[in-house]
């Protein structure tokens, strides 16, 4: 590989080179030098192969230049990425998990989106408590040290944002899963039941609802049946076998398996528990749904079946030409297992099955590949998934015709990429 | 060795002096107590002015002299008149910014201890050239932090004297005192449990707001930018561009108090008495005419008179019911649609994906 093909991966692609300018120096010194060295003429000799190469000429760093490992230089623009005008200061604000950088089904721990209501809260976990109160047989508090004593499990789960895709409403907006998408990561968390934990406090007969409560600055808190926190609520320490990252929720954070991810409380610090529900800011001015009547509906926990094609995407266009091509994307569902998904080249007219490959879990990303031989005319590219339950993901068209522009959460309606001759892709919707 | 004291006494004497200078100054004590100032002012590589102008190089600034900020006219003067920040200045104007220049638009209510106006000044001291270079000489050699090799974690004392509580399954955690519940459970329903003892009037609440809340959610509740709109909205939720307040939108006045009790002034949390809280709400209310008296006092035994416009247009999630959710349709595989796909809409026309440059796009989330 030469300098230039290794500096080029460090070129991250904006609207702007891809969409106005067609494809700019640096992006054509990429299709460049990969087709490039396709196109050596037959018999010369590949410098990749006759250069002697410093990484094999001399040694390298000793065990230990970084104790805690980080990713390679040239994966240096693989990163979160947050849309600065959504909303009014970072401290309260979002950023975008780089789907289009990733394979397979767990999102690496840095790469997890954010969100936080006032910041991310910097807790000593020996100072940290989580106290279960209200309707119990005997009010609770737990030290961490506690809480690892506890039967543990280890379960992956995906967590989506009730606000992904949510600038999609009025139209394609925003080019790139990343910024459509992206308010998703996908975790093996370990941790208690939550269930667990309640009977520990022994919840009385009149207990119907939890207000679960963070420690942070914003003292998230929402509500949740009890029906649902004594199921499959997990109280997570540990995600894909590390402590949470502070901006997960370290020391400790709860998971709401296949629910809007508003209610994983980070940071928690309290369990309450009541007969009614609290109706506190997240859940009655925010995280409810505005019909087209002017009537709200409140309370939609569940994520519903959803898909993207993650590749090739408008940050990820293709290079290679013609020829032997794959799509890949991740689908998902909180309602259980993905069952199938379809791929289509032609804007939803025909549909072929994907192949799913890696785990098959309830309420965990999915991830599919579709191959074929692209002959390089322009495709409309959709994905469709269709879950455990039978929920076939919708339109857009179809979710408008029944919820209107301005319900701004729970968007799961199939994305289409408009695949260009020359690679690029573009955010479109189609007739 | 007499030689040798006579140093020691020299570096003691030095290293007290520099104390009494900088209050025994402490600049990463001082980073957080600096989250206080994050919600409106920036410093660092990069900062940019936000709702307060960005603090690098704030040392030897002339007051109000930034050009690209548009300071209050209180500022400007002061700065006109002579101010020139510097620690001195600094610690008494955060002390009570209002106090020290009346008339600034600063809405904080100042720093209340003398160490953390001390560390957050020695905090903003290392993004400030000038300042490093007096703070350079005299500063006694810091104790190099230890290097943990293990967890600092204490060995537990006898395994068999450990007291095993009675409760629950696995006999876990301890009993929560009411002391410590009190502290904590600060939640607050629609049916008023949870409300503190405690009253405030609407023009008491006005005062507080424009000291505390104004410089976000503006003067008459209309935000500042993109901070959250507060009053008017009324008949928008049908429109194409809904506002959604208090007044238009929200379902509960409950949640008012909630949330401002727990999570505002953002940026200073619980920050709030509960008479303070109640006379926020209160202001608020008015604000969105759901009360039209200044002199309204809300408490917890008013609460209950409060009720909200849009509380019955909300109802419960029923998206099952929508077409979209049919469980035994099995989806078209071939020839669907009509005629060959056509783009409708393409991100181009309205895009507004970040590139560096700014730009807002249409429908935010927060």
């Known amino acids: 590989m030469s300098k230039q093909t290794q500096k080029d991966k460090n070129f991250v692609p904006s609207r702007r080179s891809f969409l106005q300018g067609g494809l700019t120096a640096a992006g054509g010194a990429a299709v460049a030098a990969i087709g490039g060295g396709a196109a050596l003429a037959a018999g010369t000799p590949d410098p ?101 004593r506890f039967p543990r499990e280890n379960r992956v789960y995906f967590l989506e944002c009730a606000a992904n895709s949510g600038m999609e409403w009025r139209g394609a907006q925003l080019n790139g899963c990343q910024f459509t998408h992206g308010m998703l990561h996908n975790v093996m968390y370990t941790g208690v039941r939550l269930r667990t934990l309640l009977e520990e406090a022994g919840v009385k007969p009149s207990g119907k609802w939890i207000l679960a409560e963070g420690a942070d600055a914003s003292g998230m808190g929402r509500s949740i049946p009890i029906e649902k926190a004594l199921d499959d609520c997990l109280v997570a320490f540990k995600m894909n076998g590390e402590a949470l990252r502070p901006e997960q929720g370290y020391p400790v954070r709860l998971c709401v398996p296949g629910w809007e991810g508003n209610m994983w409380v980070k940071w928690l610090r309290r369990i309450e ?56 994307g991740v689908a998902w569902s909180g309602h259980g297992k993905i069952k199938r998904v379809d791929v289509s080249i032609d804007g939803g007219r025909n549909w072929q099955h994907a192949r799913i490959d890696g785990p098959s879990l309830s309420r965990s990303l999915h991830r599919f590949y579709y191959e074929f031989n692209w002959d390089g005319s322009p495709l409309y590219l959709q994905s469709r998934a269709i879950d455990e339950q039978g929920y076939v993901q919708p339109t857009k068209d179809a979710l408008r015709a029944a919820r209107g522009d301005n319900s701004i959460y729970h968007n799961n309606g199939i994305q289409t990429w408009y695949l260009k001759s020359n690679g690029e892709a573009e955010n479109v919707e189609v007739s | 060795m007499s030689k040798f004291l006579k140093f020691t006494a020299s570096i003691v004497l030095l290293g007290a002096a520099w104390a009494t200078n900088a209050n025994a100054q402490d600049a990463d004590a001082g980073e957080k107590v600096f989250r206080k100032c994050a919600a409106c002012h920036a410093v660092g590589e990069g900062a940019k002015n936000k709702v307060g102008p960005e603090l690098n190089e704030i040392f030897g600034r002339v007051a109000g002299s930034l050009e690209d900020f548009k300071y209050s006219k209180a500022m400007t003067k002061a700065g006109e008149e002579g101010l020139v920040w510097d620690h001195d200045s600094l610690t ?47 500063e006694s050699a810091p104790a190099s932090e230890p290097v943990e090799t293990a967890s600092a974690a204490e060995p537990a004392l006898n395994a068999a004297d450990a007291v095993i509580p009675e409760h629950g399954v696995y006999h876990l955690g301890r009993e929560a005192l009411p002391e410590e519940i009190a502290a904590w459970d600060i939640d607050v329903r629609p049916d008023g449990v949870g409300l503190p003892v405690g009253s405030g009037t609407v023009a008491d609440g006005g005062v507080l707001y424009d000291e505390n809340c104004a410089v976000c959610h503006g003067v008459f509740g209309e935000g500042e930018g993109r901070w959250p709109v507060l009053s008017g ?36 949390a619980r920050s709030l008495s509960a008479d303070q809280t109640y006379a926020i709400t209160a202001y608020l209310l008015y604000l969105n005419d759901i009360v039209t008296e200044e002199d309204f006092e809300l408490s917890n035994e008013t609460f209950s008179e409060i009720s909200l416009p849009n509380e019955e247009n909300f109802y419960p999630d029923d998206r099952l019911e929508e077409a979209n959710f049919a ?23 309205l895009d507004v994906t970040p590139d560096g440059d700014e730009e807002n796009g249409a429908g935010g989330i927060d």
């Open chain 1, 48 to 148: 990749a192969i006759t250069e002697l190469k410093d990484w094999n000429q001399y040694s390298g760093p000793g065990v230990d230049a970084a104790p805690y490992g980080v990713p390679s230089p040239f994966e240096a623009h693989v990163v979160r990425r947050d849309v600065p005008w959504l909303t009014a200061d970072p401290i309260s604000s979002i950023n975008f998990t780089p789907l289009h950088e990733l394979d397979g089904i767990i999102t690496p721990n840095g790469l997890c989106f954010e969100r936080h209501h006032s910041g991310v809260a910097e807790v000593d976990p020996a100072e940290h408590r989580l106290m279960i109160n209200g309707l119990v047989d005997k009010p609770l508090v737990f030290t961490m040290q506690d809480l690892m």
């Open chain 1, 273 to 328: 528990v009541g007969d009614k529900p609290w109706q506190l800011r997240e859940e009655t001015s925010k995280y409810t749904d505005l019909m087209p009547d002017g009537r709200a509906r409140r309370f939609t926990w569940a994520m519903d079946v959803k898909s993207v094609i993650t590749n090739p995407s408008p940050q990820a266009p293709i290079t290679h030409g013609r020829g032997h091509t794959i799509i890949t």
């Open chain 2, 92 to 138: 008494e104007y955060l002390a009570k910014p209002r106090d020290y220049v009346k008339g600034t638009k600063m809405a904080f209510a100042g720093l209340k201890k003398d160490d953390e106006i001390a560390n957050v000044i020695a905090y903003l001291a290392t993004f400030s050239e000038s300042a490093e270079q007096a703070a350079a000489e005299p």
């Open chain 2, 233 to 268: 909205g009324f008949d928008t939720l049908t429109a194409d561009r809904p506002v959604k307040t208090i007044g238009s939108y929200w379902p509960f006045a409950s949640t008012i108090f909630d949330y401002v009790h727990r999570a505002m002034p953002f940026g200073n």
């Open chain 2, 327 to 349: 469980t035994n349709v099995e989806p078209c595989m071939e020839n669907c649609g009509d005629g060959p796909a056509e783009i409708v809409m393409r991100a181009r026309i």
